[in-house]
């Protein structure tokens, strides 16, 4: 592969992102230039997080101060070759490593890592290279379970489609169980529904002949995630999500500044995408990577400096089998909003015929999205959907609640 270019950009462009010296931010040139998306039909992501401790401040003295920001970029590339995806572009702060892929994303820190890849990716043929490279060059120490794993997914639309070991839910939980010790497998929502969701978690038995080092011992932390998969998605609103016009950003290009000509066409797309879509409005203390595909489809990771916060989107806009995805661990107070507002806005965006919000919480205080659920006072709407489905669970240290809603006949 050929070496990507590294930069920082001083001043904003039309959008790009912006970025000091203490921020990087790398484009591969190779991969972005020859990516096609036409036989990307499959949107729904396999989803994996793997944490290695409670925070960063509790990994075990065995690893490097940076955990896991220490492997080199590298190691993180030949484990994707495994999943078969490769890195378009990354960012990284002081919190994280950002990684945006031909399908989807990956995020990197010290304490965990969080896999996200759609189409017909193999993305838990990597774990077993994922917790090497923990062990190996991050210092985690050899034979102890990762302290808590999460895998999930949205059902399939074509499943025929998918290759070993994702081709049904029996076959991932076996092979998430051959290793992990401690894990359990959850259908969530109506099997007859084109949304239900699929949930696998696991966490280090306490009883395991490795003990964990008292500096990662297990305590209270807070843990937040807030994921909304939309399908059906208008068409009116998708379109926005085509490459159309390649060339012409080609061109322009060529006569806009050293810096964003440092870029191509896929991420200065894309960057104009996040703005007309309305996306950079939600969080705009974020920084944002966006990458436009052609003919079409959308992927952007956000981050926020010297904190852990992120969010992800993922658009596969085709009729038919038209998908979009946003994740975020952002506290919705930190943009002044309530989750709901959060999901009306998301949703507004793209206005689905149908989507499912998922919400994990370890502290579900009063006012909180989950606590409300919890109580059943959960929204029976949003302005133009109807909710079809409300489910609660309690998993170890957190509330889990998943909603799912129509849209409203007129």
Known sequence: ???????????????????????????NHEASATLDSTNAFEGPEKLLEVWFAPDRYNLPRSMTADGLKSVPREMWEDMLELVHCKVLSFIGTSEMDAYLLSESSMFVFPHKLILKTCGTTTLLAGLARLLDIACVH????????????????KNFMFPDRQKH??????????????HFSNGSAYMVGRMNSDHHWYLYSAKRDATSSVKADPVAADGRFEDETLEIIMTGLDQKKAVQFYNSRVSEAASDSDASSSSSEELDPGHILGAEVTTKCGLAKLYPFSRIDSFLFSPCGYSANGVTDATHNYFTVHVTPEPGYSYASFETNVPSAMAGMSSLDVVSYVVGIFEPSQFSVTMFETRATESSFVNACVKGQAPSEIPGYTRTDRIVYELDEYDLVFLAFEKSEA
């Open 1 to 27: 592969m050929v070496s990507p270019t590294s930069f920082s950009l001083r001043e904003e462009h039309g959008g790009i992102p912006v970025y000091n010296d203490e921020n990087t931010y790398t484009v």
């Open 138 to 153: 991050a210092g985690y120490p050899a034979g102890m379970e990762p302290w808590r794993v999460f895998y999930s997914r």
């Open 165 to 178: 070991p994702h081709r049904s839910w029996k076959d991932e939980v076996k092979y998430l169980d051959a």
